[in-house]
T-cell receptor, first 112, second 111 residues
Framework: DGGITQSPKYLFRKEGQNVTLSCEQNLNHDAMYWYRQDPGQGLRLIYYSQIVNDFQKGDIAEGYSVSREKKESFPLTVTSAQKNPTAFYLC???????????FGEGSRLTVL | QKEVEQNSGPLSVPEGAIASLNCTYSDRGSQSFFWYRQYSGKSPELIMSIYSNGDKEDGRFTAQLNKASQYVSLLIRDSQPSDSATYLCAVRSGGYNKLIFGAGTRLAVHP
């Protein structure tokens, strides 16, 4: 079954801690993305990667970091520098041809 | 700043009616347009994509694109309570696959 797997689904963090959200895809897609969604708001792009070992900042990259060492994997680290990290985090992937994004099930991060 | 605008709703329609969802975008160079459905607490699911002016039909869903007016819409025929969700409009512009999302329209289909 092809798809995008995000883990964990729910995560609680104390202030000052870094956390890493996992995203793995077996769709053989070149591009991968991280979006953030806050209640009642649209999706905002954090980082995206078109190919392995390359990634670009999106609209709200401050306080986040990513890596793309393998085509299948695009982990997101939420650092202590992110002032308001409580949100729903969505990983997505796409082919270069159509631009259609397919999403994982999301990770809900709550800062205590 | 490229923008995608949607009416937040809620749009309330009776079961069996046609639901009409609208979206406008600011970048005249936008090339590809998508509609996603998002149930509460879940991730978005792609339901329609449209790339050229006119209508595109898929089952009960019809996407309409008018690039001159910078307007894209989604019609849902024979609306069902299971269609109750938030519908996100997304627009691709530029030479790479970066989508800009609207804030979504909440649709409520009542029996």
């Amino acid at each position: 079954d092809g798809g995008i797997t995000q883990s964990p689904k729910y995560l609680f963090r104390k202030e000052g801690q870094n956390v890493t959200l996992s995203c793995e895809q077996n769709l053989n897609h070149d591009a991968m993305y991280w979006y953030r969604q806050d209640p009642g708001q649209g999706l905002r792009l954090i980082y995206y990667s078109q190919i392995v070992n390359d990634f670009q900042k999106g609209d709200i990259a401050e306080g986040y970091s990513v890596s793309r060492e393998k085509k299948e994997s695009f982990p997101l680290t939420v650092t202590s520098a992110q002032k308001n990290p409580t949100a729903f985090y969505l990983c997505a992937s796409s082919t270069q041809n159509t631009g259609e994004l397919f999403f994982g099930e999301g990770s809900r991060l709550t800062v205590l | 700043q490229k923008e995608v605008e949607q009416n937040s709703g809620p749009l309330s329609v009776p079961e069996g009616a046609i639901a009409s969802l609208n979206c406008t975008y600011s970048d005249r160079g936008s090339q590809s347009f998508f509609w996603y459905r998002q149930y509460s607490g879940k991730s978005p699911e792609l339901i329609m994509s449209i790339y050229s002016n006119g209508d595109k039909e898929d089952g009960r869903f019809t996407a309409q694109l008018n690039k001159a007016s910078q307007y894209v819409s989604l019609l849902i025929r024979d609306s069902q309570p299971s269609d109750s969700a938030t519908y996100l409009c997304a627009v691709r512009s530029g030479g790479y696959n970066k989508l800009i999302f609207g804030a979504g329209t909440r649709l409520a289909v009542h029996p």
